[in-house]
């Protein structure tokens, strides 16, 4: 039949490519057993899981293969017919006629440079009835033709002499017909996996490391004697794989890295019963591989574990959460301690279920349950103007016996540990209220009565509160209440102490001091100086050349639209100690707003500077000042209120430069993303309406760059906020300093304008720090991601279903890199894991 002389020996080719390295090699002589090689030996063999490595030294070891280099064995290398003659000769134990020089097929000969080693091989498995050669007659061999892998199933069957009478044949269509017995039996017996879900890719010319791997299984069936499994539980495994799972795994490791600080009584919830994202709770991450180095991504992960493929298991003190993988969130695809209760011993463990032996554990100390130890303050003294409205704060920090931050007491842990604030006037009227921070009931001194000075219960306030009250962790926030204070001021002093109170006891404090003082009667102690840039843009004439300005100097247009091209002038003000006070906020328009204390700016020469008031990126009063045409040195002169009067200040040497704007600098936010194409995600828009987006249909979309990276954001979330979002997924800055980002008010604009104009690419990453991860390593059946000249993101899935649209259940890329590049070659990755 033709397909029978189609076939080819099997198992393993041992080999280099040169004839010299396929020399006889079947036994190994006890001298030289310090010079065989071993898989750490070959640089492409180092990152296999240790499993398969192995397997590869075994291999090693017994002379069944050699690298084609003394430091690469080749792993994805083609064999050719010649090779795999002598291996599975050698694998199979065929007898060996090593004086023959003459070969039954015409195409062999002995004086062959390349392929004439292998002639008793290729004889040997003629005779054992494995070949009948390529044609019909059976007179040619084809020695250096390569070996598919429906052919190396096929022999591997044969030379093992299992029977492929009543075996179901594989459905598959990679796979010939005279094949698909032998494919049966080949998954079934694990000698070889599939390639992806439902494809074996019988077609597909093999690999050495196909070669080896499948070599090993039939030798050890052949030492074991084995009988083939048919119709077994395998086939059901590598061809009903759930949804996003393309291959077995194989391998599994932990990242144990987090557990050093586990204490008795460890909690890791918030209020509502989620895993907590703030405090990083100990989530231990999983490495799980396939063939062909294949690396699953933590969804993947998850999916493995909800399906039965993973199994984890804790002892000692430890409690796993249930489900013991988290399936969103931090905890996505990772083992999630739920509360560690007790000290000492404890250890987590990790199987593959359909794998035996593969299992990882790791033991780790827990240690004694933490309690707090100390408390520290950001800032031992300040000084505020009565008249500021900018909120302020003293940061105390408990720390617990370990020097780490100190949160809130063990669910096991009995004792109510506090904190005891204290403000304490020490002289001067009350002015001071709260601003947020730990207190959650708003407070101001004037609701006291400030009359009765001879009580000292009027100067003290005390909050004795849990230590993890208030959403911004023990920060104690105030600001002034607007009140005049006395010529000398007020004067208080902050403390907290941390407290067990079920027996009073004072664990630990810190203390600040505060002073407040009316603006007028510090103003004679205070020094103010100018602070701007030296150099700036002309960014009156660029945008007038762009025709985006009515005139050079059109300051309205400019502070509104393109306010990004100002630079801030401010005042810095000390007063006789030293000390920076804060005038940011102090002085109000007539509707009670602040206002920025600049009143104009002035310089000496003509079409230089305009300037006009706004706010900067933290909404604080400002004065801003843009170039109009290229000037070189020039001065200004600063007018700005004070209590005593408008005061004017020179800054001396200014200039104003031009260029074509330019990235020097570019950035992303998120340096990590993960978006998975069947989720329905929801945005909810600023006014409060719901935008429904399913993730392969957002990215069938061909969505912009700057829109895609908002799922960044509470990244693991399916429930996205846009008044949560940050202030810029990607952001540029020119030569000049300028900085160029795509939010504003927490909405995603329109940034290709921006980006084209600063030369900035934007590119899937394909050689660089995250090139893209596929589940295949045939370049036709990749799917494909690629990012146009418009900035939009272009995902195509390789499969389809049968109306021709795209299918994302069957998607085979993991990951890629979103990645910025400016003309400096100054570059900024996102790397994006693909999930379903």
Same mark, same amino acid.
């Given at each position: 039949?033709?397909?029978?002389?189609?076939?080819?020996?099997?198992?393993?080719?041992?080999?280099?490519?040169?004839?010299?390295?396929?020399?006889?090699?079947?036994?190994?002589?006890?001298?030289?057993?310090?010079?065989?090689?071993?898989?750490?030996?070959?640089?492409?063999?180092?990152?296999?899981?240790?499993?398969?490595?192995?397997?590869?030294?075994?291999?090693?070891?017994?002379?069944?293969?050699?690298?084609?280099?003394?430091?690469?064995?080749?792993?994805?290398?083609?064999?050719?017919?010649?090779?795999?003659?002598?291996?599975?000769?050698?694998?199979?134990?065929?007898?060996?006629?090593?004086?023959?020089? $003459?070969?039954?097929?015409?195409?062999?000969?002995?004086?062959?440079?390349?392929?004439?080693?292998?002639?008793?091989?290729?004889?040997?498995?003629?005779?054992?009835?494995?070949?009948?050669?390529?044609?019909?007659?059976?007179?040619?061999?084809?020695?250096?033709?390569?070996?598919?892998?429906?052919?190396?199933?096929?022999?591997?069957?044969?030379?093992?002499?299992?029977?492929?009478?009543?075996?179901?044949?594989?459905?598959?269509?990679?796979?010939?017909?005279?094949?698909?017995?032998?494919?049966?039996?080949?998954?079934?017996?694990?000698?070889?996996?599939?390639?992806?879900?439902?494809?074996?890719?019988?077609?597909?010319?093999?690999?050495? $490391?196909?070669?080896?791997?499948?070599?090993?299984?039939?030798?050890?069936?052949?030492?074991?004697?084995?009988?083939?499994?048919?119709?077994?539980?395998?086939?059901?495994?590598?061809?009903?794989?759930?949804?996003?799972?393309?291959?077995?795994?194989?391998?599994?490791?932990?990242?144990?890295?987090?557990?050093?600080?586990?204490?008795?009584?460890?909690?890791?919830?918030?209020?509502?019963?989620?895993?907590?994202?703030?405090?990083?709770?100990?989530?231990?991450?999983?490495?799980?591989?396939?063939?062909?180095?294949?690396?699953?991504?933590?969804?993947?992960?998850?999916?493995?574990?909800?399906?039965?493929?993973?199994?984890?298991?804790?002892?000692?003190?430890?409690?796993?959460?249930?489900?013991?993988?988290?399936?969103?969130?931090?905890?996505?695809?990772?083992?999630?301690?739920?509360?560690?209760?007790?000290?000492?011993?404890?250890?987590?463990?990790?199987?593959?279920?359909?794998?035996?032996?593969?299992?990882?554990?790791?033991?780790?100390?827990?240690?004694?349950?933490?309690?707090?130890?100390?408390?520290?303050?950001?800032?031992?003294?300040?000084?505020?103007?009565?008249?500021?409205?900018?909120?302020?704060?003293?940061?105390?920090?408990?720390?617990?016996?370990?020097?780490?931050?100190?949160?809130?007491?063990?669910?096991?842990?009995?004792?109510?540990?506090?904190?005891?604030?204290?403000?304490?006037?020490?002289?001067?009227?009350?002015?001071?209220?709260?601003?947020?921070?730990?207190?959650?009931?708003?407070?101001?001194?004037?609701?006291?009565?400030?009359?009765?000075?001879?009580?000292?219960?009027?100067?003290?306030?005390?909050?004795?509160?849990?230590?993890?009250?208030?959403?911004?962790?023990? $920060?104690?926030?105030?600001?002034?209440?607007?009140?005049?204070?006395?010529?000398?001021?007020?004067?208080?002093?902050?403390?907290?102490?941390?407290?067990?109170?079920?027996?009073?006891?004072?664990?630990?404090?810190?203390?600040?001091?505060?002073?407040?003082?009316?603006?007028?009667?510090?103003?004679?102690?205070?020094?103010?100086?100018?602070?701007?840039?030296?150099?700036?843009?002309?960014?009156?004439?660029?945008?007038?050349? $762009?025709?985006?300005?009515?005139?050079?100097?059109?300051?309205?247009?400019?502070?509104?639209?393109?306010?990004?091209?100002?630079?801030?002038?401010?005042?810095?003000?000390?007063?006789?100690?030293?000390?920076?006070?804060?005038?940011?906020?102090?002085?109000?328009?007539?509707?009670?707003?602040?206002?920025?204390?600049?009143?104009?700016?002035?310089?000496?020469?003509?079409?230089?500077?305009?300037?006009?008031?706004?706010?900067?990126?933290?909404?604080?009063?400002?004065?801003?000042?843009?170039?109009?045409?290229?000037?070189?040195?020039?001065?200004?002169?600063?007018?700005?209120?004070?209590?005593?009067?408008?005061?004017?200040?020179?800054?001396?040497?200014?200039?104003?430069?031009?260029?074509?704007?330019?990235?020097?600098?570019?950035?992303?936010?998120?340096?990590?993303?993960?978006?998975?194409?069947?989720?329905?995600?929801?945005?909810?828009?600023?006014?409060?309406?719901?935008?429904?987006?399913?993730?392969?249909?957002?990215?069938?979309?061909?969505?912009?760059?700057?829109?895609?990276?908002?799922?960044?954001?509470?990244?693991?979330?399916?429930?996205?906020?846009?008044?949560?979002?940050?202030?810029?997924?990607?952001?540029?800055?020119?030569?000049?300093?300028?900085?160029?980002?795509?939010?504003?008010?927490?909405?995603?604009?329109?940034?290709?304008?921006?980006?084209?104009?600063?030369?900035?690419?934007?590119?899937?990453?394909?050689?660089?720090?995250?090139?893209?991860?596929?589940?295949?390593?045939?370049?036709?059946?990749?799917?494909?991601?690629?990012?146009?000249?418009?900035?939009?993101?272009?995902?195509?899935?390789?499969?389809?279903?049968?109306?021709?649209?795209?299918?994302?259940?069957?998607?085979?890329?993991?990951?890629?890199?979103?990645?910025?590049?400016?003309?400096?070659?100054?570059?900024?990755?996102?790397?994006?894991?693909?999930?379903?």
């Amino acid at each position: 039949m033709k397909w029978l002389s189609s076939l080819l020996s099997v198992v393993l080719v041992a080999v280099s490519l040169s004839p010299a390295a396929l020399a006889e090699n079947t036994d190994v002589p006890a001298k030289q057993a310090s010079m065989v090689k071993k898989s750490e030996d070959f640089k492409d063999l180092k990152s296999l899981p240790q499993e398969e490595k192995d397997k590869f030294d075994a291999l090693l070891r017994d002379s069944v293969f050699d690298g084609v280099s003394d430091t690469t064995f080749g792993v994805d290398d083609k064999m050719n017919r010649a090779q795999f003659a002598k291996v599975a000769a050698i694998i199979f134990s065929l007898p060996i006629n090593k004086a023959l020089t $003459k070969s039954s097929f015409t195409d062999v000969r002995s004086d062959d440079p390349a392929n004439g080693y292998a002639l008793p091989f290729i004889e040997a498995l003629k005779a054992a009835g494995l070949t009948n050669g390529v044609d019909e007659e059976g007179k040619q061999y084809n020695p250096s033709g390569t070996v598919t892998r429906q052919e190396l199933a096929a022999f591997l069957i044969r030379g093992l002499k299992w029977k492929e009478a009543g075996v179901k044949p594989s459905a598959d269509s990679t796979v010939d017909d005279w094949a698909k017995g032998y494919i049966t039996l080949a998954l079934e017996n694990k000698l070889m996996t599939q390639v992806a879900v439902g494809s074996f890719g019988g077609k597909v010319a093999s690999t050495r $490391k196909t070669l080896a791997l499948a070599s090993f299984e039939a030798r050890r069936a052949v030492q074991t004697a084995a009988t083939p499994v048919t119709g077994g539980a395998a086939t059901a495994a590598s061809t009903t794989l759930p949804a996003g799972i393309t291959v077995l795994p194989t391998s599994i490791q932990l990242d144990m890295d987090k557990t050093s600080t586990l204490s008795v009584g460890d909690k890791y919830y918030d209020a509502d019963g989620r895993i907590s994202t703030v405090w990083q709770p100990p989530v231990i991450a999983l490495k799980v591989g396939g063939p062909n180095n294949y690396e699953f991504s933590i969804s993947q992960i998850e999916t493995l574990y909800s399906n039965g493929y993973i199994d984890v298991s804790a002892t000692g003190g430890i409690v796993l959460d249930n489900p013991a993988i988290g399936q969103s969130s931090v905890g996505l695809g990772k083992i999630v301690i739920k509360e560690v209760t007790a000290e000492g011993e404890a250890s987590i463990s990790a199987k593959l279920t359909h794998v035996n032996d593969v299992a990882v554990t790791h033991t780790t100390q827990v240690k004694a349950m933490r309690v707090p130890a100390s408390v520290e303050v950001n800032s031992k003294e300040m000084v505020v103007l009565a008249e500021n409205d900018q909120p302020q704060s003293f940061i105390f920090n408990v720390k617990d016996q370990y020097g780490k931050l100190f949160y809130a007491a063990s669910a096991l842990d009995s004792t109510p540990y506090m904190i005891n604030y204290k403000l304490e006037r020490i002289s001067g009227q009350p002015s001071l209220q709260s601003a947020g921070g730990v207190f959650s009931t708003p407070w101001d001194e004037q609701m006291s009565d400030p009359t009765d000075a001879a009580d000292p219960t009027k100067h003290v306030q005390t909050w004795l509160l849990p230590i993890e009250e208030g959403g911004d962790m023990n $920060k104690f926030l105030f600001k002034t209440n607007h009140m005049p204070v006395g010529p000398e001021g007020s004067e208080y002093k902050i403390t907290a102490t941390v407290v067990n109170k079920t027996t009073d006891q004072e664990i630990a404090s810190a203390a600040s001091n505060l002073k407040v003082y009316n603006w007028k009667d510090l103003d004679p102690k205070m020094t103010y100086e100018v602070d701007v840039n030296g150099t700036h843009f002309a960014a009156g004439k660029y945008l007038f050349d $762009k025709k985006l300005l009515s005139s050079d100097n059109d300051i309205d247009t400019m502070n509104t639209k393109y306010s990004y091209y100002g630079k801030e002038v401010n005042i810095i003000a000390t007063d006789d100690k030293n000390r920076r006070i804060d005038i940011t906020k102090v002085l109000k328009d007539e509707a009670n707003k602040p206002i920025s204390i600049i009143q104009s700016i002035t310089p000496n020469k003509k079409d230089t500077v305009v300037s006009a008031p706004g706010v900067n990126v933290a909404d604080i009063p400002v004065y801003k000042m843009y170039g109009v045409q290229p000037t070189e040195l020039f001065d200004i002169d600063v007018a700005f209120y004070t209590p005593g009067g408008v005061k004017k200040l020179p800054k001396r040497q200014l200039s104003v430069e031009y260029a074509e704007p330019s990235t020097k600098a570019v950035a992303l936010k998120n340096i990590a993303l993960s978006f998975n194409l069947n989720t329905v995600y929801e945005i909810r828009k600023m006014d409060g309406t719901i935008e429904k987006i399913k993730g392969s249909d957002y990215l069938a979309s061909k969505p912009y760059v700057w829109d895609f990276l908002r799922f960044g954001d509470n990244n693991g979330q399916d429930l996205k906020d846009e008044s949560q979002f940050f202030r810029y997924f990607i952001q540029s800055t020119d030569q000049f300093g300028y900085k160029y980002q795509n939010t504003s008010d927490s909405k995603v604009k329109d940034f290709s304008n921006n980006l084209d104009l600063l030369k900035i690419k934007v590119i899937v990453d394909t050689e660089d720090k995250n090139p893209p991860k596929w589940s295949v390593k045939d370049e036709t059946l990749k799917d494909k991601i690629w990012i146009d000249d418009q900035f939009r993101i272009h995902y195509e899935p390789h499969a389809k279903k049968a109306d021709g649209s795209f299918d994302y259940s069957k998607k085979n890329l993991q990951s890629f890199s979103i990645e910025l590049v400016s003309p400096t070659l100054q570059r900024s990755w996102c790397n994006v894991t693909l999930n379903y």
